[in-house]
């Protein structure tokens, strides 16, 4: 037997006994779990404003802390920084490349960052009344598909190079880069506690690396398509996938493993986006069919539809109070329910 092929044995080997080893754990299902809790009821938000500004497909929105401020980028070649309360624009900023696909506030909302099919992560000052380029970010070998602030100084990025990164915003350079997929990279979300960070890509998995020594510590399967967008829970403990095979799959942490699958009996749109309420019982899910799906995460059952765009809704969030949900679209609109 060659060198490779011994190798491939081995691989399949351990493949095989990381298997035994999580349907060991695996001692009941959420089903049998959640059986003491009520469902959840029906909800159906109202769109209580919509936000006209932009002229072309919105790609990707953004809550401040501030849970008043809310930034979307569009490929008419424009950030735009809303007042959601007033509903009004509150500041605007030219991109050089149309081609954005990501869009992000630092915590203080002073920064704001934009990536896309340029391959450069740009960060710009918005706290004066013109908008100010700091830091292009240019290191990656294909698109930003996801940026996502640690800080004022740091950014983790992902890109369509197949790789993640930790940039320092103030030197321009990459402090670490995260190396496991096989596939884009398409989105990142932080962890509560900022110590470790679940990425999403075009192999189908989900990976968790720990931020402090960059390695890949989980790796999470179950999709059969695209991972197009991933959100922890607010414990921590687990994370939402969201896939092109349309379905959203919860992720235990402790489990290492799927523990439910949210699916349409008869599927025919990927997911986009995904954000969950502030308990984490609540998933909003954004899809190809021009609605925004509510799943009840315990229960495994659509609890409710936010229907109004007339094109695919490409962007959910949920500012950090949790008192509403904004949905942005193809159609180039965003709007606000409650």
């Not at 001692?27 to 469902?39: E, I, K, L, R």
């Not at 934009?114 to 013109?130: F, H, P, Q, R, W």
């Not at 954000?275 to 984490?280: I, K, T």
Request: aromatic share 8%; charged share 20%.
């Amino acid at each position: 037997m060659g060198e490779v092929a011994q190798l491939k044995k081995e691989v399949e080997e351990l493949k095989n006994k990381i298997e035994a080893a999580r349907k060991a754990v695996a001692d009941t299902t959420m089903d049998a779990a959640a059986s003491g809790v009520a469902a959840a009821p029906r909800i159906q938000p109202r769109a209580r404003r919509t936000l006209k500004g932009h002229t072309a497909k919105i790609y990707a929105l953004y809550w401040a802390l501030d849970n008043k401020h809310m930034i979307s980028g569009s490929q008419d070649g424009k950030l735009i920084i809303w007042d959601t309360h007033a509903g009004n624009l509150a500041n605007c900023v030219p991109l050089k490349s149309a081609w954005v696909m990501t869009v992000s506030f630092s915590p203080s909302a002073g920064l704001v960052a934009s990536g896309g099919l340029d391959n450069m992560c740009t960060i710009y000052n918005v706290s004066a009344e013109k908008p100010k380029t700091v830091r292009e970010l240019d290191g990656h070998d294909g698109y930003v598909a996801c940026a996502r602030f640690l800080n004022e100084t740091e950014i983790l990025t992902a890109s369509g190079d197949q790789t993640c990164g930790l940039w320092d915003i103030e030197t321009g350079k990459q402090k670490v880069q995260f190396l496991n997929h096989v596939g884009d990279c398409m989105c990142v979300a932080l962890s509560p506690d900022q110590n470790s960070f679940i990425s999403g890509a075009c192999d189908s998995l989900a990976k968790l690396w720990d931020i402090r020594d960059g390695k890949c510590k989980q790796t999470f399967k179950g999709h059969s398509s695209d991972v197009n967008t991933i959100a922890f829970f607010p414990s921590g403990n687990a994370v939402i996938t969201g896939s092109d095979d349309c379905t959203l799959r919860m992720m235990d942490l402790r489990a290492d493993q799927e523990v439910i699958c949210y699916q349409n009996p008869s599927p025919t749109a990927g997911v986009t986006s995904v954000a969950l309420s502030l308990s984490g019982r609540l998933i909003f899910a954004g899809y190809d069919d021009f609605n925004c799906n509510i799943w009840d995460s315990l229960k495994g059952e659509k609890v409710g539809v936010l229907s109004g765009h007339d094109n695919r809704v490409s962007c959910t969030g949920i500012p950090s109070d949790g008192l509403c949900v904004s949905t942005g679209s193809w159609d180039s609109f965003l709007k606000v329910w409650n």
